[in-house]
């Protein structure tokens, strides 16, 4: 999977909790989720669940700590990915 | 130092499906888990566990300034929040639908809080430094609004 299509997926999982529409609009791998999404940080761990449940991986905790932008959370994926293959 | 931290119950059960499978999970520790599944009201049993830890995370980010999210690496029982070693020590009063956590490092500190509820009043005075941290005449401040409410803590 291409980056372009992971973080389009990313940006349907984000859409429900993203309070910022122009910078949902405008999503890229700067993306923070909680500085420019405004997603709650109660809310994050339901992007981590919708993600585990998206790409059937398990997101442990050292990697949940970093799932604080759209780099971070697609570098986390792509090697979860990895891994499951 | 001090952090806060809000949750109008309203807006928690507007945004949130925390019985949802594997949030709790991911959240809380299996002590907490049954702290919250026993409580009259688990989701404000719920929402006040989570404003002690994110109201703790908010001193330990001051003084670190590195950004994480590890819920479970912040361990509440009894108004003591336990991480990296340390102990903190926090005060939550519910009113109605506000849940209103402060959290300090030592208990000395509960009695020099100072604190209101209309972030009009520190936004014009208070400074930001370059990770985003406010203060206010150079004393730690936090802030915090969820829904229909909002707070603020100094020293």
Partial sequence: MDKATLIQQLKDIVKPYAKNEVALDNINEQTDFVNDLKINSANLVDVVLDVEEKFNIIIDNDSMERMLNVKSAVEIIEAKLADNQ | ?155
Wanted: with cysteine; net charge positive.
């Fill in chain 2, 1 to 155: 130092m001090i952090g806060n931290d809000i949750v109008d119950l309203l807006q928690a059960s507007l945004e949130s499906r925390w019985p949802r499978k594997g949030y709790l999970d991911k959240l809380f520790s299996h002590a907490e888990q049954s702290q919250i599944l026993s409580a009259i009201e688990p989701s404000a049993t719920l929402w006040t566990l989570w404003s002690c830890k994110e109201a703790v995370y908010k001193i330990v980010h001051r003084l670190s300034g590195i950004r994480s999210y590890a819920p479970l690496s912040f361990s509440c029982k009894a108004g003591i929040v336990t991480h990296a070693g340390q102990s903190y020590y926090c005060r939550t009063i519910r009113q109605n639908d506000c849940i209103h956590t402060i959290a300090v490092q030592n208990r000395q500190l509960f009695e020099q809080v100072r604190m209101g509820f209309n972030l009009d009043t520190v936004r014009p005075l208070m400074q930001k430094n370059a990770a985003g941290i406010p203060s206010l005449n150079n004393k730690p401040l936090s802030i915090s609004h969820h829904g229909r409410y909002a707070a603020w803590v100094s020293l």
